[in-house]
């Protein structure tokens, strides 16, 4: 089954080809990163006018790739959900075009979803059904989030954010000190060679009286929005700025105060299970791999890794979980709208 995956929920344009739900033939992705770094944020207008103009061509590019012909593929898949509303519909106006035409089956994929299965897109990863059940982890710009995957189709809340996003924390953080944009990779290697004991940011505790996602555990909570708080006091304090002799000091500090929240929270969630899977775009983070793989070897879990080349947002990991059956198919997927919002346990 070779299946066609369409992503344009940021400012990623992307289209895949994945056969079977595992092998990826091609994974065509367009960044919008340039255009957006003047603004030092993604900007909807900017991102769904360029969704429209190089939609067509990313397609074409990724059955170039993966060296087929139109009548290789065997369904069409695209993200409905959650992202930008003006984004979301470039990309799934144009799956279903494109099913149509094709006379082909039709998904549409929940984006948090495909993140959560990003991992198994790695030729080494088990197969799906021998790793589940497992605790899935996505970390990305606008997520963060821990849930039990039972099954395809079947997931389950443990934890998630009740303000800002991993991401978000990296990406605020980093607009602050003036480093640029996006921020995650820049303090990753800025971190390197950094003291991250340096300076002593919150931890983020999420309280049990607090408005909560239904069926979230507030000790699987995270908050980050303190963190970037705390950055943003101590600098106008300090004058930490991007020529501050300390700088990699703060900001291997302000990592760690992330990546300590995210690995404390995962060690609760991993309470009676014996893997984590892990996805999204934060997850490229190389001190938080690290602690991960500590992790996971302190507590004798199999800690399952999206590769590289599937942590940010791409289409392969769309196409791969519609591939194994996931997402909405058939008329509903014909009628689904656009869902910005599209909470990370929906169908
Ligand atoms: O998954 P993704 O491409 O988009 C969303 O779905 O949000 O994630 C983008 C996020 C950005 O916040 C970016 O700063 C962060 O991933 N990121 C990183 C690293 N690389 C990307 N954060 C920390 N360390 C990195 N190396
Ligand atoms: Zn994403």
């Not at 595992?22 to 957006?36: C, K, T």
Request: charged share 20%; aromatic share 6%.
């Amino acid at each position: 089954m070779i299946i066609l995956g369409i992503e344009t929920s940021c400012d990623e344009t992307s289209v895949a080809v994945v056969e079977d739900g595992r092998r990826v033939r091609a994974n065509a992705v367009l960044s919008q990163a340039d255009l957006h770094s003047p603004w030092g944020g993604v900007v909807p207008e900017i991102a769904s006018r360029q969704h429209s103009e190089m939609l067509p061509s990313v397609v074409r590019r990724a059955l170039r790739e993966a060296d087929l012909a139109w009548d290789a593929v065997d369904a069409v898949a695209a993200t409905y959900g959650p992202g930008l509303a003006s984004s979301l519909l470039v990309g799934l106006s144009m799956a279903k075009g494109l099913a149509m035409r094709l006379n082909r089956p039709l998904a549409v994929v929940n984006h948090l979803q495909a993140h959560m299965y990003s991992p198994f897109l790695s030729p080494e990863a088990p197969s799906l059904e021998s790793a589940t059940p497992f605790v899935a982890l996505v970390i990305s710009g606008g997520h963060t989030c821990l849930v039990r995957w039972e099954g395809v189709g079947r997931y389950r809340l443990l934890g998630e954010t009740i303000d800002d996003a991993a991401g978000e924390a990296f990406d605020k953080g980093a607009k602050l000190l003036g480093l640029g944009y996006p921020g995650g990779p820049i303090v990753d290697r800025l971190a390197r060679g950094g003291d991250p004991a340096y300076v002593a940011f919150p931890r983020g505790v999420v309280r049990g009286e607090r408005f909560l996602p239904a069926g979230a555990d507030p000790r699987l909570c995270f908050s980050f929005s303190g963190v970037k708080t705390a950055l943003r006091t101590r600098a106008a304090a300090e004058g930490w700025n991007r020529d501050h002799p300390r700088l990699a000091d703060v900001v291997a500090s302000y990592q760690e105060a992330i990546v300590d929240a995210v690995i404390a929270r995962c060690e609760r969630a991993l309470d009676g299970a014996n893997t984590l899977a892990v996805g999204g775009g934060v997850s490229l983070n190389s001190r938080l791999r690290a602690r991960l793989q500590q992790l996971a070897e302190a507590r004798g879990v199999r800690l399952l890794l999206a590769p590289p080349a599937y942590c940010a947002d791409n289409a392969a990991m769309i196409a791969g979980l519609a591939g194994v059956g996931g997402g909405r198919w058939g008329a509903e997927a014909q009628s689904a709208d656009a869902t910005p919002s599209l909470s990370v346990c929906a169908a």
